[in-house]
């Protein structure tokens, strides 16, 4: 993992080419927990049974079977244009950092079980660097506060 953001594109691209499924969650105009689950259901192509809630997001992440099986290497989902929510909806963009870790957290692990070399699932922020007219790039996410107890 690169420390400097780098174009997302490309990475993308790359992540396709050695067998992960990848997924863009463009949270660009999302300002509250509505718009921020139907963005989800859409990018992560969630199940009309997933509820709109945080745990239902946070099992949907724990299940993935009704996306594209990965051929090698698991998911990758890439988080675009999320600082307008996270500085309009902190306690919601810290809620949603939770759920990924988890998710990312759950993946890791069955991964480390006997026998378990499966998918990974692997987040990334990118933010566009529109001042530069360069496209959203990927780099290392900002610090994430540590769990906590959620729900609702």
Do not use: I
Request: proline content about 9%; some cysteine.
């Amino acid at each position: 993992m690169s420390l400097d953001p780098q174009p997302l594109a490309p990475a993308l691209e790359a992540a396709e080419a050695a067998g992960r499924t990848t997924v863009r969650l463009d949270l660009s105009g999302v300002r509250g927990k509505a718009e921020l689950m139907r963005r989800c259901g859409d990018a992560l192509r969630l199940p009309e049974w997933v509820g709109g809630n945080w745990d239902a997001l946070a099992d949907a992440l724990r299940d993935l079977s009704w996306l594209p099986t990965p051929s090698g290497g698991g998911w990758l989902v890439a988080v675009t244009s999320w600082r307008g929510y996270a500085d309009a909806r902190p306690g919601e963009w810290e809620t949603l950092g939770e759920v990924l870790e988890e998710a990312v957290g759950f993946w890791r692990e069955r991964g480390r079980e006997p026998g378990g070399a499966g998918p990974e699932l692997v987040v990334v922020l990118a933010e566009a660097a529109a001042e530069a007219g360069h496209g959203p790039a990927a780099g290392a996410p900002p610090r994430t506060p540590r769990l906590k107890r959620r729900r609702g």
